[in-house]
């Protein structure tokens, strides 16, 4: 069975200063893997992917993640955190093959930007 | 851009309703999902379809049943609405290959009172 975690519910941070959202995942074989961001009462938009290649990718609004296959993680980072940043994140993850042709979700971190 | 169109944002029904929720995407993805948003536990699968007529169990069905007519309609059908099942429920649909990711709707806040 796949899984995701995300261990931390919030992250604080100020503007201006980098941000990172971390999440480890479980699969068998090679995963692919998502981040996606959910403004208030809106649905999940797609931040970006790891399918294969580099092991840093880069995604929408200046987002970026580090895939590394020891530690089975893939933490979402920016350089320099905007307030409008402030949302709900959410890692993802789906076995190449089988897994039921879905992905399975973390149960997302709330990250806080503060002037 | 693939567009997916959730037909209310904000629903209140009765217990013991029969309640549909509708998703519309307006590109000829094949796959079709639909998860339901509660806090502390993200996003669960409650079912999803590959194609038309098509349908598969996710992790949390039951209570739930769904319906592809067409390739680009997918409902969500609540038999009997219990108050357990209030909830942010999120529609999505991605292409064939997995390499893709999922396109989500907005999403239908639904309180069963």
């Known amino acids: 069975a796949q899984s995701v975690a995300q261990p931390e519910d919030q992250v604080n941070v100020a503007e201006g200063n980098p941000l990172t959202v971390k999440c480890t995942y479980s699969v068998s074989g090679n995963p692919y893997l998502f981040w996606y961001v959910q403004y208030p009462n809106r649905g999940l938009q797609f931040l970006l992917k790891?399918?294969?290649?580099?092991?840093l990718v880069k995604g929408s609004y200046g987002f970026e993640a580090e895939f590394n296959k020891s530690q089975t993680s893939f933490h979402l980072k920016k350089p320099s955190a905007l307030v409008s940043d402030s949302a709900l994140y959410f890692c993802a993850v789906r076995a190449p093959t089988g897994g039921g042709n879905k992905l399975t979700f973390g149960t997302g971190t709330q990250l806080k930007v503060e002037l | 851009d693939v567009k997916v169109t959730q037909s209310s944002r904000y629903l209140v029904k009765r217990t013991g309703e029969k309640v549909f929720l509708e998703c519309v995407q307006d590109m000829d993805h094949e796959n079709m999902f639909w998860y339901r948003q509660d806090p502390g536990l993200g996003l669960r699968l409650i079912y999803f379809?590959?194609?038309?007529?098509?349908?598969e169990k996710g992790d949390i069905p039951e209570g739930y049943s769904v319906s592809r007519e067409k390739k680009e309609r997918f409902s969500l059908i609540l038999e009997s609405a219990s108050t357990n099942q209030t909830s942010m429920y999120l529609c999505?649909?991605?292409?064939?290959?997995?390499?893709?990711?999922?396109?989500f709707g907005s999403g239908t806040r639904l309180t069963v009172v």
């Open positions: 790891y399918i294969t290649g580099d092991n």
């Open positions: 999505a649909c991605r292409q064939a290959s997995v390499i893709y990711g999922y396109t």
């Open positions: 379809s590959y194609d038309v007529k098509m349908k």
